[in-house]
């Protein structure tokens, strides 16, 4: 059986960096969409330039194409009034995943977020990465940016869209079926729930084939050529890519990502690009990182400078320091807030996607990226990265860190001790 998480060839990837790049292409394919529109986002903030992708959600369901809209608990603890009313006319299908209820966070299994940003349009074209659903300079945690935040995501055509629309029906279906059984509707939830198992017989397997293709309702009356529709080749950037969706979940898919990043790193001669948001990385992750740098590889990191909280901000420094000390190249993001969860190694091994090398990501939150071996890919990637830490990110000194006022140390360490203690009450060693 082939496994997902393997590269496979044939795709057409187009790196697209912040908001301002995404959303007009979100809007683009969701207005051209003809069956169904299908997007997961952690935040959806429905203001600034994020109006773009709701109206554009709100335009496809009035025309009849079957829209579906998952948002997290936590990230969106609630869409505005205005916009369950216009979707409701519309026609958009919106869920929220794991809404916390009355205690909250209080209860340790609530910290398993939606965390992953991915959309489908028609299952031909998908979307990939670390950007929510929000305007590039408005922050949930520092408020209005005096420039947008840098993050990243990926345009992606071929193979591994179906794999983003097998695990975004699963999810769909999952919910649903937990809908059904708190209004009391077994039946329905049981016929529900079924539908979220992996597709595994010939008839489901032809149920879904009839939703993407159209073969079972046509949305549209207009007489366009459905064979050039799903033919027409848009410019991706990188044509013929290897590339694999990589997923994060707490079933079948606990460590993939994980792994896929200590794989790269242990290959690694060269050079190892980094930048990540929310960077407290276990014990198996830190040490591929000093072996890397003790093996002569350049190892590089451009991590969030901003203090969001205290967790996010202190529990990091421990870590940074230890990594320094081995030799490791650690910048902070000057100009803006850091969001992107990107990685190059070696020029030859590169992944795009929403996770971050912290426990909540890689322990407890679902997750996706797309990972490439293509190396025209990756050296683009790898040039954008190598600007943005040799002009954009001021260079942490170890000597510094170390020497800062007891209190502040001790603040980090207690930050340090407290999140490990957290984990351990979700069953998680870190």
């Given at each position: 059986m082939r496994s997902p998480s393997v590269p496979r060839p044939g795709h057409q990837l187009l790196l697209l960096e912040g908001g301002n790049a995404l959303f007009p292409a979100l809007a683009e394919a969701m207005d051209a969409a003809r069956r169904v529109v299908h997007l997961e986002t952690y935040i959806f903030h429905f203001a600034g330039s994020a109006l773009m992708v709701a109206e554009a959600l709100e335009r496809a369901a009035r025309r009849g194409v079957l829209v579906r809209l998952v948002v997290d608990g936590v990230g969106t603890p609630e869409v505005p009034a205005e916009w369950q009313r216009r979707f409701a006319a519309a026609g958009v299908r919106w869920r929220v995943y794991a809404p916390l209820g009355r205690l909250g966070l209080l209860i340790p299994?609530?910290?398993?977020?939606?965390?992953?940003?991915?959309c489908v349009v028609d299952g031909t074209v998908g979307f990939c990465g670390g950007i929510n659903i929000i305007d590039d300079q408005d922050d949930v945690a520092l408020g209005r940016l005096s420039a947008p935040r840098l993050d990243f995501s990926l345009r992606v055509a071929g193979p591994l869209v179906d794999d983003m629309v097998e695990t975004m029906e699963q999810l769909w279906w999952r919910l649903q079926a937990v809908r059904k059984a708190r209004q009391r509707e077994f039946r329905a939830a049981w016929e529900a729930f079924k539908?979220?198992?992996?597709?595994?017989?010939?008839s489901r397997l032809l149920r879904k084939i009839e939703v993407y293709t159209g073969m079972a309702t046509r949305v549209n009356s207009d007489a366009e050529d459905e064979s050039a529709v799903l033919a027409s080749d848009v410019p991706m950037g990188v044509n013929d890519a290897r590339a694999a969706l990589l997923l994060r979940d707490n079933v079948s898919h606990r460590h993939d990502i994980e792994r896929a990043y200590l794989k790269a790193l242990g290959a690694a001669r060269q050079d190892i690009v980094i930048a990540n948001a929310y960077f407290i990385p276990g014990r198996k992750l830190r040490k591929a990182l000093t072996m890397a740098a003790a093996r002569g590889v350049r190892v590089r990191l451009m991590m969030q400078g901003r203090y969001e909280n205290f967790f996010q901000y202190r529990a990091a420094?421990?870590?940074y320091q230890k990594?320094?000390?081995?030799g490791v190249d650690i910048r902070e993001y000057a100009p803006s807030s850091l969001h992107a969860k990107v990685a190059v190694v070696d020029k030859a091994w590169a992944t795009v996607g929403s996770t971050n090398l912290d426990p909540?990501?890689?322990l407890l939150a679902r997750e996706a990226n797309v990972a490439t071996t293509d190396r025209r890919f990756a050296a683009l990637l790898h040039q954008r990265l190598d600007a943005l830490v040799e002009h954009a990110g001021q260079k942490l000194d170890g000597k510094v860190l170390a020497n800062r006022p007891w209190h502040q140390r001790a603040l980090d360490r207690l930050a340090f001790v407290v999140m490990r203690t957290m984990l351990f009450l979700t069953g998680h060693r870190y």
């Open positions: 299994s609530r910290w398993r977020r939606l965390h992953r940003k991915l539908e979220a198992q992996p597709v595994g017989d010939f420094r421990p870590v990594l320094i000390d081995a909540l990501s890689l």
